[in-house]
């Protein structure tokens, strides 16, 4: 069997258009500007590039876009007055503190003094208990894109049995949330698991989040299985240079699923696009008007 790949980025891209249509309708109908903060302590690479990607699709699907750089030795208590100004600025419907935060920062204290309805990362206790229990939250980006390509991909995945590797508060937790929403049988796995490769072959839904590159073989998977691969991971070439992998062997997965997400393409891009989704949610929520449809979990 040769996988059908789950074109991430195209899928982003159609999201993307979803949510410009809508935001043109906000605009046009109500002359409400869905807005976006965004908040970089520090001068990491990878989060310089996610944060400057952030606001260019912010802007592009007509939204408004509000960056904010901050110091690396910014204090917490600087980074908290900020969150509080933003989360009284009736222009800024989603706010998002990017991860990882300097480790003089505690990020749960950061996330949590976030206003749970603006939370667009949907990181905050409040929303991870609301998710938990089944109730409307806002949903993390990452797993709210897996969530949307297995929908897509399977219509209903009621019944299916799916294997989250990985136990993050960011990615793993909450994929199993949202697949136990959907009726899946879900088992959690991680690096205890015992027998993990047992443990994947009975899924026909795999979704590896846990960071290592490559660490599942083609042999762990149920023929004709899905494989949602959350990891993007950089490794040397044998010639020189660096190139992505996510946490699944692709080529032998490949050869074994019926489906799989590439890396780079697969989740990444669905990411962003869920971000710009949860914005447009919460500003619909915050306005009382109806949210758009197949947008949220
Ligand atoms: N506050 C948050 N911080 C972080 C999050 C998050 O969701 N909220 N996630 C990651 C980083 N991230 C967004 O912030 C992110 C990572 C990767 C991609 C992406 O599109 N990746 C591409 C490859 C990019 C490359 O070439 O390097 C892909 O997979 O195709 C988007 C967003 C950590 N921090």
Redesign the pocket.
């Known amino acids: 069997m040769t996988a059908q790949i789950i074109d991430?980025?195209a899928f982003a891209a159609t999201v993307r258009a979803q949510v410009k249509e809508q935001v043109a309708h906000l605009i046009a109908d109500h002359g409400i500007t869905p807005g976006l903060a965004v908040v970089l302590v520090g001068e990491d690479p990878?989060?310089q590039?996610?944060?400057r990607?952030?606001g260019k699709m912010t802007t592009e699907v007509g939204m408004a876009s509000f960056e904010h750089k901050l110091d690396v030795d910014t204090s917490e208590a600087e980074l908290l007055a900020l969150i509080e100004t933003l989360n009284n600025d009736p222009a800024v419907h989603g706010i998002?503190?990017?991860?990882?935060l300097p480790g003089h920062m505690n990020s749960d204290l950061v996330i949590n003094a976030i206003n749970p309805a603006k939370d667009a990362?949907g990181?905050h206790i409040s929303n991870v208990g609301l998710l938990g229990t089944g109730q409307k939250s806002m949903v993390?980006?990452?797993p709210l894109g897996c969530l949307m390509m297995l929908r897509d991909h399977h219509g209903s995945l009621s019944g299916m049995n799916a294997v989250v590797l990985g136990r993050s508060n960011?990615v793993g937790k909450p994929m199993a949330q949202l697949l136990l929403g959907d009726s899946c049988t879900v088992t959690i796995a991680h690096s205890r698991t015992k027998d993990l490769a047992a443990v994947v072959r009975g899924a026909d839904i795999v979704v590896a989040a846990v960071g290592r590159p490559q660490m599942v073989p083609g042999d762990w998977i149920k023929p004709g299985a899905t494989v949602i691969d959350v990891g993007?991971n950089?490794i040397d070439k044998p010639e020189g240079g660096t190139r992505?992998v996510g946490d699944v062997d692709f080529d032998s997965c490949a050869a074994v699923a019926g489906a799989i997400t590439?890396?780079?393409?697969?989740?990444?891009?669905?990411?962003?696009a869920c971000?710009l989704a949860n914005t447009l949610t919460a500003c619909c929520r915050a306005n009382g008007l109806q949210e758009p449809e197949g947008l949220t979990a």
């Open positions: 991430g980025k990878a989060s590039v996610y944060v990607s952030k998002l503190v990017q991860l990882p990362d990181f993390p980006c990452t960011i993007i950089r992505l590439p890396v780079p393409g697969g989740v990444g891009p669905m990411t962003i971000l």
